[in-house]
């Protein structure tokens, strides 16, 4: 399905203006950058309808005169509790997505189950049937969420490949799909990761190490509490101070909430996520890793073949990727990413030239077109 904004309803948002609620409708603030935008519902192979945005054209066209030849396409998907926002949040020539349609490209951004404007079902409700609708992990999304929406856009753009860049979570699901599902190789011409997180064997963050140790049982306490959705309609956060001092169950997962809240400094682009992508990231934090869902000797027996969850082995992924990085991020580091580079055939690493960027820069510091969004569009161009 595909909704678009048309000239007289951009101009109509530019006189108006945005609140504050409008700032997670990326059509409108699309429209008041001055780009025309469309939003299209892609339905999963397992029921989830996500939104998916796209800014075919430049800035003040509604429509182009070439239509003889397509333009490449590029894939852009968010972190963990990210969304499309991530990628239009710092403005014209500065955001991402509107410097990749300056360039001529047809930019799409994906948006995870669960999140912004996602958190839909064909069959399951999110708030009846929570404990259904929130039983992912990042591995669900790379295997039915990433996939489905790269066959989508492939087919609506008649194109046979796109390059693809991902933040943070984006890079997970980027090798995650790309070893289980290896005919995706084939239809990714090239790959940018910001700070993509895989390997945790030196993972930095001493307190999210912490409470990795008690994943599971944090992770079973908030299942039985009906606590699925971090930042959600019921997250521990919105509930009155009378109910932490009689849970202590509630309190623990508001001290991870309050953690993830930190690392999160612009609050208006958080989306909410399911407290199972936190689990899995936590069970592989606890066994400095990079593996499948954990569920148990028994259960990975039956499900794996095997006592433990088995690795993702990066070096199946034939992509050109390039990982970009920085030494002062607090949940990825630089050990991690050159081995995991060392692993993946077509890899290469790129260090930010700035010794204080940060692991959210790559998508809200205003200096990431000169320290990384040019080198991106120059990598692009010679392989458009």
Same mark, same amino acid.
């Given at each position: 399905?595909?909704?678009?904004?048309?000239?007289?309803?951009?101009?109509?948002?530019?006189?108006?203006?945005?609140?504050?609620?409008?700032?997670?409708?990326?059509?409108?603030?699309?429209?008041?950058?001055?780009?025309?935008?469309?939003?299209?519902?892609?339905?999963?192979?397992?029921?989830?309808?996500?939104?998916?945005?796209?800014?075919?054209?430049?800035?003040?066209?509604?429509?182009?005169?070439?239509?003889?030849?397509?333009?490449?396409?590029?894939?852009?998907?968010?972190?963990?509790?990210?969304?499309?926002?991530?990628?239009?949040?710092?403005?014209?020539?500065?955001?991402?997505?509107?410097?990749?349609?300056?360039?001529?490209?047809?930019?799409?951004?994906?948006?995870?189950?669960?999140?912004?404007?996602?958190?839909?079902?064909?069959?399951?409700?999110?708030?009846?049937?929570?404990?259904?609708?929130?039983?992912?992990?990042?591995?669900?999304?790379?295997?039915?969420?990433?996939?489905?929406?790269?066959?989508?856009?492939?087919?609506?753009?008649?194109?046979?490949?796109?390059?693809?860049?991902?933040?943070?979570?984006?890079?997970?699901?980027?090798?995650?799909?790309?070893?289980?599902?290896?005919?995706?190789?084939?239809?990714?011409?090239?790959?940018?990761?910001?700070?993509?997180?895989?390997?945790?064997?030196?993972?930095? !963050?001493?307190? @999210?190490?912490? $409470?990795?140790?008690?994943? /599971?049982? &944090?992770? =079973?306490?908030?299942?039985?509490?009906? *606590? #699925?959705?971090?930042?959600?309609?019921?997250?521990?956060?919105?509930?009155?101070?009378?109910?932490?001092?009689? !849970?202590?169950? @509630?309190?623990? $997962?508001?001290?991870?909430? /309050?953690? &993830?809240? =930190?690392?999160?400094?612009?609050?208006? *682009? #958080?989306?909410?996520?399911?407290?199972?992508?936190?689990?899995?990231?936590?069970?592989?934090?606890?066994?400095?890793?990079?593996?499948?869902?954990?569920?148990?000797?028994?259960?990975?027996? &039956?499900?794996?073949?095997?006592?433990?969850?088995?690795?993702?082995?990066?070096?199946?992924?034939?992509?050109?990727?390039?990982?970009?990085?920085?030494?002062?991020?607090?949940?990825?580091?630089?050990?991690?990413?050159?081995?995991?580079?060392?692993? &993946?055939?077509?890899?290469?690493?790129?260090?930010?030239?700035?010794?204080?960027?940060?692991?959210?820069?790559?998508?809200?510091?205003?200096?990431?077109?000169?320290?990384?969004?040019?080198?991106?569009?120059?990598?692009?161009?010679?392989?458009?």
């Amino acid at each position: 399905m595909l909704k678009t904004l048309t000239s007289v309803t951009i101009l109509i948002c530019a006189l108006n203006g945005l609140t504050a609620q409008q700032e997670f409708n990326i059509q409108k603030r699309t429209a008041i950058d001055g780009y025309y935008s469309e939003a299209h519902d892609v339905t999963t192979s397992d029921g989830y309808i996500l939104e998916v945005h796209r800014i075919p054209f430049r800035r003040f066209q509604i429509s182009e005169n070439d239509k003889e030849n397509p333009k490449p396409v590029v894939f852009l998907m968010h972190g963990l509790q990210g969304s499309s926002l991530s990628y239009i949040y710092l403005g014209p020539r500065r955001a991402l997505a509107y410097l990749l349609a300056e360039a001529g490209y047809d930019v799409w951004m994906g948006n995870a189950r669960g999140g912004l404007n996602s958190r839909r079902h064909v069959t399951l409700d999110p708030d009846e049937d929570a404990e259904d609708f929130f039983n992912y992990s990042y591995e669900d999304i790379a295997l039915n969420d990433i996939s489905d929406m790269i066959d989508y856009i492939l087919k609506t753009t008649g194109q046979s490949q796109l390059h693809y860049i991902g933040h943070s979570q984006g890079g997970t699901v980027f090798f995650v799909m790309s070893y289980m599902r290896p005919e995706y190789n084939d239809k990714i011409k090239s790959a940018h990761l910001l700070a993509g997180v895989g390997y945790m064997e030196h993972f930095p !963050n001493r307190l @999210l190490n912490a $409470l990795a140790f008690s994943t /599971d049982i &944090i992770y =079973s306490l908030a299942v039985d509490q009906g *606590i #699925l959705e971090v930042l959600g309609p019921r997250n521990p956060n919105n509930f009155d101070e009378e109910v932490y001092r009689t !849970n202590p169950v @509630l309190s623990l $997962l508001r001290i991870l909430i /309050d953690v &993830i809240v =930190s690392i999160h400094k612009q609050l208006e *682009i #958080l989306a909410p996520a399911s407290m199972k992508q936190y689990a899995h990231f936590g069970q592989n934090i606890r066994t400095k890793s990079f593996k499948r869902w954990n569920y148990g000797p028994l259960k990975n027996l &039956i499900k794996y073949g095997s006592l433990s969850a088995p690795e993702y082995d990066l070096s199946k992924i034939t992509i050109n990727t390039t990982m970009h990085y920085t030494v002062n991020d607090d949940l990825l580091d630089e050990r991690d990413v050159l081995s995991m580079a060392s692993v &993946i055939p077509n890899a290469k690493v790129r260090k930010i030239a700035r010794e204080t960027y940060n692991h959210n820069d790559f998508v809200l510091a205003p200096d990431s077109k000169e320290l990384l969004y040019d080198y991106i569009l120059e990598e692009l161009d010679k392989n458009r």
